[in-house]
């Protein structure tokens, strides 16, 4: 699912983030500015407690690019809760999210390089191939 060579420097850089507290307040900043499609979906929402649900949330996307059932069945509750009968997220607004994290990852792990954001890419993917199947 995951090329091989990406998981480890991917697993390492989001684990430097994980460990700042910011950068899940950072990627907010950011995706809300990104469109205003996405601005109104957070209108209502506590963003400081959203910024902890992601926290979590990315700990277990990690273990589902692992191929650990518990990531995996993460996944799999996300592709439910955001699709057509639940918040029902349009899949090109996950393209939004990819880059806002990848921004947010660039600015906030400091040993970020010139390849990270292929190998970011690379494993992150396939998780939102799972959380979008039902909108292609
Ligand atoms: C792979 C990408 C994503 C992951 C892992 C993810 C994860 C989560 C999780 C764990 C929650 C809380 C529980 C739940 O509803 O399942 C949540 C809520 C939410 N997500 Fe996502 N999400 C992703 C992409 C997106 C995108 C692209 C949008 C577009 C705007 C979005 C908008 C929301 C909204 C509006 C909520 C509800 C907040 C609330 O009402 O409390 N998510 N997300």
């Not at 649900?53 to 809760?81: F, I, K, P, Q």
């Not at 393209?95 to 970020?112: I, K, Q």
Request: hydrophobic share 35%.
């Amino acid at each position: 699912m995951v090329p091989p060579d990406s998981l480890p420097v991917f697993q390492a850089s989001l684990e430097r983030c994980l460990g700042d507290s910011t950068f899940t307040q950072r990627f907010y900043a950011r995706f809300l500015l990104s469109s205003d499609e996405v601005a109104q979906r957070f209108a209502h929402v506590d963003l400081k407690r959203q910024s902890n649900v992601l926290r979590s949330s990315l700990y277990l996307v990690l273990r589902g690019a692992m191929g650990y059932e518990d990531g995996r069945e993460h996944l799999e509750n996300v592709a439910h809760t955001h699709g057509r009968l639940g918040i029902d997220i349009p899949r090109h607004l996950y393209d939004y999210w990819l880059d806002c994290l990848v921004l947010a990852a660039r600015e906030t792990d400091p040993h970020f390089g010139p390849d990270h954001e292929r190998h970011w890419r690379a494993c992150l993917e396939p998780c939102i191939a799972v959380v979008t199947k039902t909108h292609p």
